[in-house]
């Protein structure tokens, strides 16, 4: 089998380069070549010499993503991909147009095992791990998609399907990578890592020197309800996760989102809202309130208007930041996973 180039920063293809004898800025034109102006083929190559471009074919690939299935929200800002690699694992990738600029949602993983109720990635279980190569064809995929109407992405969240922090080596190639001048230049500030709150790994993301934006799913005030809701919660309990929200923040300086999935009598009441404000007081720390998806498959309700707003209000009286998701793209199913799930039953 060929050795799949994408995906390798600079001194990865130079490494694999050594055999072949090419002088090593060659590495950096094909990693300029690949990230930068997408080129699909060793041939699109034209600055490499055509006995180069000959041997690099014929011992190697550019691997991507192929479009499954697309879905686009009757107006326009939401366009959900399903997106296949090499040996036909597929995963969703979304865009979102949001009125701060292009936002793309990524998975980590096919699939998931860390079991939240309210997930439809998890309800196949996980397939395997993305390669740093996969992430980063789903956003060159969509690079690709924008550009043809002049725009780019702006912005990005890893709260695809997956659990980041349990694919960790990879997807911290991938943030390292997408970050790089040859690549997308892509500012850790505009990178938000989403996690259901492996805690050690938290600590550990801490002191690697990349401030992305961290998103910690909390989804309870207390931890009884949080084991039902993310059976996560038993290894790495609330208070350790909001411990963990807290040093992160110090640390990299980075406000810390805690997502709160809103669900109808479920984790929705008033009393729940002054605990989470309690929870959460004197931490440099938002609440991003997502009123729920409905998941026909679990029977969780989205709550009314009306009980959405006045836990928004709690929190706000309570002094804790808070913004509430828009909703977007409800005409093409946007709950994660559903569009992957419909694949897999298809299959
Ligand atoms: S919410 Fe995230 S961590 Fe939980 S099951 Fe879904 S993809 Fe996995």
């Avoid at 709160?260 to 309690?278: C, G, P, R």
Wanted: proline share 4%.
């Amino acid at each position: 089998m060929k050795k799949n180039l994408f995906g390798l920063s600079v001194e990865e293809i130079a490494r694999v380069l050594l055999p072949l004898q090419v002088p090593s800025y060659r590495a950096k034109q094909i990693a300029a070549w690949m990230y930068q102006k997408m080129a699909t083929s060793f041939d699109e190559m034209t600055n490499l010499p055509k006995q180069l471009r000959s041997t690099l074919q014929a011992q190697f690939c550019l691997c991507t993503a192929r479009q499954k299935a697309a879905l686009h929200s009757s107006d326009g800002k939401t366009s959900k991909f399903l997106l296949a690699f090499e040996d036909g694992t597929a995963v969703e990738t979304v865009l979102m147009r949001q009125p701060y600029g292009n936002s793309i949602c990524v998975s980590t993983q096919a699939g998931c095992n860390m079991g939240c109720a309210f997930c439809a990635s998890t309800l196949h279980g996980m397939t395997r791990d993305l390669t740093t190569g996969e992430i980063l064809a789903q956003v060159l995929f969509i690079e690709r998609f924008l550009a043809q109407q002049g725009q780019k992405v702006d912005t990005m969240v890893l709260m695809g399907s997956g659990e980041p922090l349990m694919n960790y080596d990879r997807v911290l190639g991938f943030l390292r990578l997408v970050h790089e001048p040859y690549a997308l230049g892509m500012s850790y500030r505009n990178i938000t890592l989403s996690t259901s709150g492996i805690v050690p790994r938290i600590y550990e993301l801490a002191d690697e020197g990349i401030p992305v934006n961290l998103s910690i799913s909390l989804h309870a005030p207390e931890s009884e309800l949080r084991t039902r809701l993310m059976p996560i919660n038993r290894k790495y309990p609330l208070a350790e996760v909001v411990a963990v929200g807290k040093a992160y923040g110090d640390k990299t300086k980075r406000r810390v989102t805690y997502e709160y999935i809103l669900i109808e009598d479920v984790n929705d009441s008033i009393a729940q809202a002054k605990q989470l404000a309690h929870l959460l007081h004197g931490q440099l720390a938002s609440v991003n309130l997502i009123p729920i998806n409905p998941v026909v498959e679990r029977h969780l309700l989205r709550p009314s208007q009306e009980r959405i707003d006045a836990f928004e209000n709690c929190l706000l009286m309570n002094h804790i930041a808070v913004t509430v998701r828009r909703e977007m793209g409800t005409d093409i199913n946007a709950a994660c996973g559903q569009l992957r799930n419909r694949h897999l039953s298809e299959r």
